[in-house]
């Protein structure tokens, strides 16, 4: 085995100081979670309650496997936004009678589970993920349908959702639906576009529009139970597959469902893995406050990895892109982490015949990002930045294995391109508290705008404000610093979760878990052109 020695020195004040500084981080990231929690607030959770119903995630809870984890998606959707933390929706992938599946509940308690634009969006992710790794999809459904004020951005993109659905199981991905209450107008597509769906009696309402609409459509008198009750569906309508008598056997009806699905996984599981040899408590303590001092990306590697067993792929050459093989809970993985922030040819060259050797291998690939970006200057210009950084993009663009991508510390520029950010697919995105993304570095960002001012001023022999300046400087790098820390993004969905670092591992090993329920197939050429 080729065991990497760690040289983290867990007592110094440089550790201590990191530590700190992660540990308040995540002080802040789990208050921001806390809302997501509390959903519509008290007030709306106890009115839930007294009618004898349970939340989203108690829904999930009883839908999973006893004692399995479920990882949660985007929990932090619409964040910074005018809407709830969570965008009404909960997400991610459990466990259900032994097969992971894609699960995915309104929360009734926010407007009655109306549907905003983080909502879909949020929504939308999930299908994208339960497509890509062929994971059944379980919807548990709560929903007025869309939150009317928003329409203008629901409506047309929203008709993806059904879109989803239909393509889901025409690719010979299960859907269930299990509807718990209001499923109305657009939202009554969602049983009705899927494979299963189970309603439950005095409590689940299906109906394209419900009885004022249908007065003021047709003049027809009508009531909720006749119009879309889950009776009239299970005998009249035959758009209700099960009836359950309430909630609790609604839930264990679709696990039966799932049961008999006959779905298997392309890849069996692996034996049962080493863990590191090294504690990954320590994973706190090595990204510095200041993402401008490197770190060195071996100490995360060595306690994320099984055994911490890792076999480093041209360690002498273009040294500040760390690359190299590795298994961790039991999937073989090719890793691809940025030591000293900035991307040379010589890195970018390294990385493209690395996943290059991957799509040969048919292994995923982990990409743990902290880079600035590729090199600039007359000198790397000169030398073919451009086309070498071009080379290293074209392969992660065409690269057929599933990608991984986690975000450390800085994300910045192409090299966030390159590294395998958000626009080029990677299965699952992930952000430590300690990541920063955005074009550039705050600092950068504003001194670049400052020369261009100032060259613009001289240019018409105007005098330049130094004093406007600095004030516009200190704005611009505010705005950016705020616009790049990893809840704003993630509120955006930009990524699928801020994680603490120490569950980087098991984050990772479910996610592995999840991608090898789909085959795992490498690209054997289709790069397209490589400059030389």
């Given at each position: 085995?080729?065991?990497?020695?760690?040289?983290?020195?867990?007592?110094?004040?440089?550790?201590?100081?990191?530590?700190?500084?992660?540990?308040?981080?995540?002080?802040?990231?789990?208050?921001?979670?806390?809302?997501?929690?509390?959903?519509?607030?008290?007030?709306?959770?106890?009115?839930?309650?007294?009618?004898?119903?349970?939340?989203?995630?108690?829904?999930?809870?009883?839908?999973?496997?006893?004692?399995?984890?479920?990882?949660?998606?985007?929990?932090?959707?619409?964040?910074?936004?005018?809407?709830?933390?969570?965008?009404?929706?909960?997400?991610?992938?459990?466990?259900?009678?032994?097969?992971?599946?894609?699960?995915?509940?309104?929360?009734?308690?926010?407007?009655?589970?109306?549907?905003?634009?983080?909502?879909?969006?949020?929504?939308?992710?999930?299908?994208?993920?339960?497509?890509?790794?062929?994971?059944?999809?379980?919807?548990?459904?709560?929903?007025?349908?869309?939150?009317?004020?928003?329409?203008?951005?629901?409506?047309?993109?929203?008709?993806?959702?059904?879109?989803?659905?239909?393509?889901?199981?025409?690719?010979?991905?299960?859907?269930?639906?299990?509807?718990?209450?209001?499923s109305t107008a657009g939202g009554a597509y969602v049983p009705g576009m899927s494979d299963h769906a189970v309603m439950i009696r005095e409590r689940s309402k299906v109906f394209l529009g419900g009885p004022p609409l249908v007065k003021m459509a047709t003049g027809e008198e009508s009531?909720?139970?006749?119009?879309?009750?889950?009776?009239?569906?299970?005998?009249?309508?035959g758009l209700a597959d099960h009836y359950a008598v309430d909630e609790a056997d609604a839930i264990r009806q679709a696990r039966r469902i799932v049961a008999r699905l006959n779905h298997r996984k392309a890849h069996p599981d692996p034996a049962q893995a080493e863990p590191p040899t090294?504690?990954?408590?320590?994973?706190?303590?090595?990204?510095?406050?200041?993402?401008?001092?490197?770190?060195?990306?071996?100490?995360?590697?060595?306690?994320?990895?099984?055994?911490?067993?890792?076999?480093?792929?041209?360690?002498?050459?273009?040294?500040?892109?760390?690359?190299?093989?590795?298994?961790?809970?039991?999937?073989?993985?090719?890793?691809?982490?940025?030591?000293?922030?900035?991307?040379?040819?010589?890195?970018?060259?390294?990385?493209?015949?690395?996943?290059?050797?991957?799509?040969?291998?048919?292994?995923?690939?982990?990409?743990?990002?902290?880079?600035?970006?590729?090199?600039?200057?007359?000198?790397?210009?000169?030398?073919?930045?451009?086309?070498?950084?071009?080379?290293?993009?074209?392969?992660?663009?065409?690269?057929?294995?599933?990608?991984?991508?986690?975000?450390?510390?800085?994300?910045?520029?192409?090299?966030?391109?390159?590294?395998?950010?958000?626009?080029?697919?990677?299965?699952?995105?992930?952000?430590?508290?300690?990541?920063?993304?955005?074009?550039?570095?705050?600092?950068?960002?504003?001194?670049?705008?400052?020369?261009?001012?100032?060259?613009?001023?001289?240019?018409?022999?105007?005098?330049?404000?130094?004093?406007?300046?600095?004030?516009?400087?200190?704005?611009?790098?505010?705005?950016?610093?705020?616009?790049?820390?990893?809840?704003?993004?993630?509120?955006?969905?930009?990524?699928?979760?801020?994680?603490?670092?120490?569950?980087?591992?098991?984050?990772?090993?479910?996610?592995?878990?999840?991608?090898?329920?789909?085959?795992?197939?490498?690209?054997?050429?289709?790069?397209?052109?490589?400059?030389?």
């Open positions: 085995m080729t065991v990497l020695a760690s040289a983290l020195d867990t007592g110094g004040p440089d550790y201590t100081a990191h530590r700190a500084a992660m540990l308040d981080k995540l002080a802040a990231l789990d208050a921001e979670h806390a809302k997501a929690l509390a959903g519509g607030g008290e007030k709306y959770t106890a009115r839930h309650r007294k009618r004898g119903k349970l939340l989203a995630r108690e829904r999930i809870e009883l839908l999973v496997d006893p004692d399995s984890p479920f990882l949660e998606l985007s929990p932090l959707a619409a964040w910074g936004s005018d809407y709830t933390v969570g965008a009404s929706l909960v997400t991610g992938i459990g466990v259900v009678e032994g097969v992971e599946c894609l699960i995915t509940a309104n929360d009734p308690t926010v407007r009655g589970g109306a549907s905003n634009p983080w909502t879909l969006k949020k929504a939308l992710r999930a299908n994208e993920i339960a497509y890509a790794n062929r994971l059944p999809v379980i919807s548990l459904v709560e929903s007025g349908g869309a939150d009317l004020p928003s329409q203008k951005e629901i409506f047309i993109p929203g008709g993806a959702l059904f879109r989803d659905l239909t393509r889901l199981s025409a690719a010979g991905i299960p859907t269930v639906a299990v509807v718990f209450g209001n009531d909720d139970e006749s119009l879309g009750g889950a009776e009239m569906h299970a005998r009249t309508s090294y504690d990954p408590e320590e994973l706190l303590g090595i990204v510095p406050g200041d993402l401008k001092t490197p770190f060195d990306p071996r100490e995360v590697i060595a306690r994320i990895v099984d055994g911490s067993d890792f076999d480093e792929f041209k360690p002498l050459y273009g040294t500040s892109l760390t690359t190299g093989w590795a298994r961790l809970h039991g999937y073989p993985v090719g890793i691809l982490a940025n030591a000293q922030g900035v991307l040379f040819s010589a890195e970018s060259q390294k990385a493209a015949q690395f996943i290059q050797l991957a799509n040969q291998r048919d292994i995923p690939l982990v990409f743990l990002h902290n880079t600035t970006g590729y090199m600039v200057g007359k000198e790397y210009e000169q030398g073919g930045i451009i086309k070498h950084g071009a080379m290293m993009i074209n392969a992660v663009s065409n690269s057929k294995v599933p990608h991984l991508s986690v975000l450390m510390g800085a994300s910045y520029g192409a090299g966030h391109y390159g590294m395998c950010g958000r626009a080029y697919d990677p299965r699952f995105l992930f952000a430590w508290p300690s990541a920063k993304s955005a074009v550039m570095g705050p600092q950068q960002l504003a001194g670049v705008l400052s020369i261009v001012a100032r060259a613009s001023a001289a240019a018409k022999g105007q005098p330049y404000d130094d004093e406007a300046d600095a004030g516009l400087r200190a704005l611009v790098e505010a705005q950016i610093e705020s616009e790049s820390l990893p809840m704003f993004l993630s509120g955006r969905l930009y990524d699928d979760g801020v994680i603490d670092p120490r569950d980087t591992r098991t984050v990772l090993g479910l996610c592995l878990s999840a991608i090898h329920t789909a085959p795992v197939e490498g690209a054997r050429g289709g790069f397209g052109v490589f400059r030389m």
